[in-house]
T-cell receptor
Framework: DTGVSQNPRHKITKRGQNVTFRCDPI?????LYWYRQTLGQGPEFLTY????????KSRLLSDRFSAERPKGSFSTLEIQRTEQGDSAMYLC??????????????FGEGSRLTVL | RKEVEQDPGPFNVPEGATVAFNCTYS??????FFWYRQDCRKEPKLLMS???SGNEDGRFTAQLNRASQYISLLIRDSKLSDSATYLC??????????FGTGTSLTVIP
């Protein structure tokens, strides 16, 4: 399978615990995005990497959230001291910036977080 | 103000009907425009890009009006399999993609 891979697919945790999600993008894609989606809403942008550089972070991304892409390949999204409001689907997407560039984002199946 | 605004619906239409979705975006610097489809409990997938001259892909027609900052999607001869949420997406400076809340479509037999 050469698509975007995310794990774990589902995480249930207690409030106050830390969680980490991993995303493996399509291998030749240099751009990687993290989004958060709640029921009835579209994906909300969290952060974006070009290769290993984190180029943009949303104001939604509080200090409890951190993302890394250390070697420009896979990425991790960590949430510290989880709160019930963090419960959501966390989506990872990748894309390329080389021509021919359709601008298409390829999404993983997401990691669903439930904070009790 | 949100970057992208869509009517969330839901739209419930009979098979064979024509249905149109609209979307507005707030930033005139937006450069690229897309419609994505999201099935229930699945990830979003690209349906089609939207070009200034308008473009068609089978039963789907997308239009862009830069002056009004307005994007539309027309689905003709609706099929049961078209039931999904349709997300309007804009891209600025080739980096961040902004998604609307999505418009829910149910095609009824």
């Amino acid at each position: 399978d050469t698509g975007v891979s995310q794990n774990p697919r589902h995480k249930i945790t207690k409030r106050g615990q830390n969680v980490t999600f991993r995303c493996d993008p399509i291998s030749e894609h240099n751009r990687l995005y993290w989004y958060r989606q709640t029921l009835g809403q579209g994906p909300e942008f969290l952060t974006y990497f070009q290769n290993e550089a984190q180029l943009e972070k949303s104001r939604l991304l509080s200090d409890r959230f951190s993302a890394e892409r250390p070697k420009g390949s896979f990425s991790t999204l960590e949430i510290q001291r989880t709160e019930q409001g963090d419960s959501a689907m966390y989506l990872c997407a990748s894309s390329v910036d080389r021509a021919p560039n359709t601008g298409e984002l390829f999404f993983g199946e997401g990691s669903r977080l439930t904070v009790l | 103000r949100k970057e992208v605004e869509q009517d969330p619906g839901p739209f419930n239409v009979p098979e064979g009907a024509t249905v149109a979705f609209n979307c507005t975006y707030s930033n005139s610097a937006s450069q690229s425009f897309f419609w994505y489809r999201q099935d229930c409990r699945k990830e979003p997938k690209l349906l089609m890009s939207v070009y200034s001259s308008g473009n068609e892909d089978g039963r789907f027609t997308a239009q862009l009006n830069r002056a009004s900052q307005y994007i539309s999607l027309l689905i003709r001869d609706s099929k049961l399999s078209d039931s999904a949420t349709y997300l309007c997406v804009v891209n600025r400076l080739g980096n961040q993609f902004y998604f609307g809340t999505g418009t829910s479509l149910t095609v009824i037999p």
